[in-house]
């Protein structure tokens, strides 16, 4: 009996960071539209629903701490509450950024982008699989399919030198542009950092089950 609710209270955590990563998912694509498109009020949606984040993990974090104090469980069950209790932090930090590229939007919202933006929102695009996916490599233990999400990093990272480079031919080309070219770069910075901590959950993954750290 006590092994059965404590898979079940482990079934609900998991549920719960699986619905703190939707929401952080969405605010990744939120953020990015509002840029993309200068849309203030889709910003500020972003901005707002960013506490909700920070609640969520708050809540989960008591949870895991409670499931260890009543149930004080040991070897892979302990890490596996221990490694939620930093995947939510990792998600929670993902949230954050996607904050600051929605505030980016209502810094420049007000003047026409010095370009359209296409290497933003196709890093996004990978950071949203990256997030969805090391999410589902969680739920599942797939060490493989961890492996293969870290792995995708590496074009987020080629996509964002390449948007440094373009940015600052811009800026030396017109002086003009120094100021909206520098919040760009930063919102593919923010990207990169997204990718990073989706990379970190997937690390995570493999010590949960193996209880061998790694670098990915």
Do not use: W
């Given at each position: 009996?006590?092994?059965?609710?404590?898979?079940?209270?482990?079934?609900?955590?998991?549920?719960?960071?699986?619905?703190?990563g939707s929401m952080v998912e969405e605010a990744i694509h939120k953020a990015v539209?509002?840029?993309?498109?200068?849309?203030?009020?889709?910003?500020?949606?972003?901005?707002?629903?960013?506490?909700?984040?920070?609640?969520?993990?708050?809540?989960?974090?008591?949870?895991?701490?409670?499931?260890?104090?009543?149930?004080?469980?040991?070897?892979?069950?302990?890490?596996?509450?221990?490694?939620?209790?930093?995947?939510?932090?990792?998600?929670?930090?993902?949230?954050?950024?996607?904050y600051n590229i929605a505030r980016i939007t209502t810094e420049i919202a007000n003047?026409?982008?010095?370009?359209?933006?296409?290497?933003?929102?196709?890093?996004?695009?990978?950071?949203?699989?990256?997030?969805?996916?090391?999410?589902?490599?969680?739920?599942?233990?797939?060490?493989?399919?961890?492996?293969?999400?870290?792995?995708?990093?590496?074009?987020?990272?080629?996509?964002?030198?390449?948007?440094?480079?373009?940015?600052?031919?811009?800026?030396?080309?017109?002086?003009?542009?120094?100021?909206?070219?520098?919040?760009?770069?930063?919102?593919?910075?923010?990207?990169?950092?997204?990718?990073?901590?989706?990379?970190?959950?997937?690390?995570?993954?493999?010590?949960?089950?193996?209880?061998?750290?790694?670098?990915?």
């Amino acid at each position: 009996m006590v092994r059965k609710n404590f898979d079940q209270e482990l079934e609900k955590l998991n549920q719960e960071l699986l619905k703190m990563g939707s929401m952080v998912e969405e605010a990744i694509h939120k953020a990015v539209t509002s840029l993309a498109e200068s849309d203030v009020e889709l910003a500020k949606e972003v901005k707002e629903n960013d506490d909700a984040i920070d609640d969520f993990e708050v809540d989960i974090e008591k949870k895991c701490i409670r499931l260890i104090a009543l149930q004080q469980p040991v070897a892979k069950d302990l890490r596996t509450i221990g490694m939620i209790s930093k995947i939510i932090t990792d998600l929670e930090r993902m949230g954050d950024y996607a904050y600051n590229i929605a505030r980016i939007t209502t810094e420049i919202a007000n003047e026409p982008l010095i370009k359209p933006l296409v290497d933003i929102p196709r890093m996004t695009k990978i950071t949203q699989e990256m997030v969805r996916e090391c999410l589902d490599a969680f739920v599942n233990l797939d060490i493989e399919k961890a492996k293969e999400v870290a792995a995708m990093d590496e074009e987020v990272d080629r996509i964002n030198d390449q948007i440094l480079r373009e940015l600052l031919t811009y800026m030396m080309e017109d002086a003009s542009t120094i100021t909206q070219a520098t919040r760009l770069m930063f919102a593919g910075r923010y990207l990169e950092r997204i990718a990073d901590h989706a990379t970190n959950i997937c690390e995570r993954i493999v010590y949960m089950v193996t209880g061998e750290r790694v670098s990915l």
